[in-house]
């Protein structure tokens, strides 16, 4: 059975996609398909979501790790405050 | 003390805050916002965060900035939304009994946020552009401050 996942993409990442995208995965998955499923979607966006990372509960998470459940995810582009 | 403001920062009043008797020296950094960048004049800058995530992370950066450096008191307050030229983006202020702890410790903690915390700068140009911040270019072997070391991983 699938999963909905709500992303959330900020800063440049909103060129290319809406704030909020919703996903379908079949539960577990690692969380890089996330960042191919997108790429998927739009190629423009290709070179900015490799350079990404994901957040789940205001945590980094490693591309590789496994998403076991429906919480939400987070792109986190490069950071560029100050 | 929340670490993301919605409105401008007065860093006076901050630092007026932050007298301790048991501080020597109390060093403090406001980062501004320039007119200009890449040779194109800036009208003014808008910063977005991932708010949660932001204040986590500040604060576990002033806490082990805090720890190493023996501080007193550190405090680092950025900016969303519009923020004007000459406008404060980030203000950080640490306090010890020792100029060198001081220094040190706050160059650490602007570094960090600067690279890691979710926090993005849109610049908008005069020529009517507008274009997302990239990550720090400080490292790159071109910039003044190349020689200074992150003590953190760029890959995640």
Same mark, same amino acid.
């Given at each position: 059975? !699938?999963?909905?996942?709500?992303?959330?993409?900020?800063?440049?990442?909103?060129?290319?996609?809406?704030?909020?995208?919703?996903?379908?995965? @079949?539960?577990?998955?690692?969380?890089?398909?996330?960042? +191919? +499923?997108? @790429? @998927?979607?739009?190629? !423009? &966006?290709?070179?900015?979501?490799d350079s990404c990372r994901? &957040?789940?509960? !205001?945590?980094f998470?490693?591309? @590789?790790?496994?998403?076991?459940?429906? !919480?939400?995810?987070?792109?986190i582009p490069p950071s560029s405050?100050? | 003390?929340?670490?993301? /403001?919605?409105?401008?920062?007065?860093?006076?009043?901050?630092? $007026?805050?932050?007298?301790? =008797?048991? $501080?020597? *020296?109390?060093?403090?950094? /406001?980062? %501004?916002?320039? #007119?200009?960048?890449?040779?194109?004049?800036?009208?003014?800058?808008?910063?977005?965060?991932?708010?949660?995530?932001?204040?986590?992370?500040?604060? %576990?950066?002033?806490?082990? *900035?805090?720890?190493?450096?023996?501080?007193?008191?550190?405090?680092?307050?950025?900016?969303?939304? =519009?923020?004007?030229?000459?406008?404060?983006?980030?203000?950080?202020?640490?306090? /010890?009994?020792?100029?060198?702890?001081?220094?040190?410790?706050?160059?650490?903690?602007?570094d960090r946020v600067k690279n890691e915390v979710p926090?993005?700068?849109? %610049?908008?140009?005069? #020529?009517?552009? $507008? %274009?997302?911040?990239q990550n720090c270019d400080c490292s790159s072997? $071109?910039? =003044?401050?190349?020689?200074h070391k992150h003590e953190h991983n760029h890959a995640e």
């Amino acid at each position: 059975m !699938e999963s909905t996942i709500q992303v959330t993409c900020f800063a440049g990442l909103q060129k290319f996609f809406q704030s909020q995208v919703t996903l379908n995965f @079949k539960l577990p998955v690692a969380y890089e398909n996330v960042l +191919e +499923e997108m @790429k @998927k979607i739009n190629p !423009e &966006a290709i070179e900015i979501l490799d350079s990404c990372r994901i &957040a789940v509960c !205001e945590s980094f998470v490693s591309r @590789k790790a496994l998403m076991t459940s429906d !919480e939400p995810i987070f792109i986190i582009p490069p950071s560029s405050g100050g | 003390m929340k670490h993301i /403001s919605h409105t401008p920062i007065y860093y006076a009043d901050l630092f $007026s805050d932050f007298r301790d =008797p048991n $501080s020597g *020296a109390v060093v403090l950094f /406001s980062g %501004e916002v320039r #007119d200009n960048n890449k040779g194109k004049a800036v009208t003014h800058l808008e910063y977005e965060a991932y708010e949660p995530m932001a204040e986590k992370m500040i604060t %576990e950066i002033l806490e082990t *900035a805090t720890l190493k450096w023996q501080l007193n008191k550190a405090v680092c307050v950025h900016r969303v939304g =519009p923020v004007s030229i000459c406008g404060c983006a980030i203000v950080v202020i640490t306090g /010890s009994g020792h100029r060198a702890a001081a220094y040190e410790a706050n160059r650490y903690i602007i570094d960090r946020v600067k690279n890691e915390v979710p926090i993005w700068k849109h %610049e908008f140009f005069a #020529d009517g552009t $507008s %274009e997302w911040g990239q990550n720090c270019d400080c490292s790159s072997p $071109s910039h =003044p401050d190349h020689q200074h070391k992150h003590e953190h991983n760029h890959a995640e």
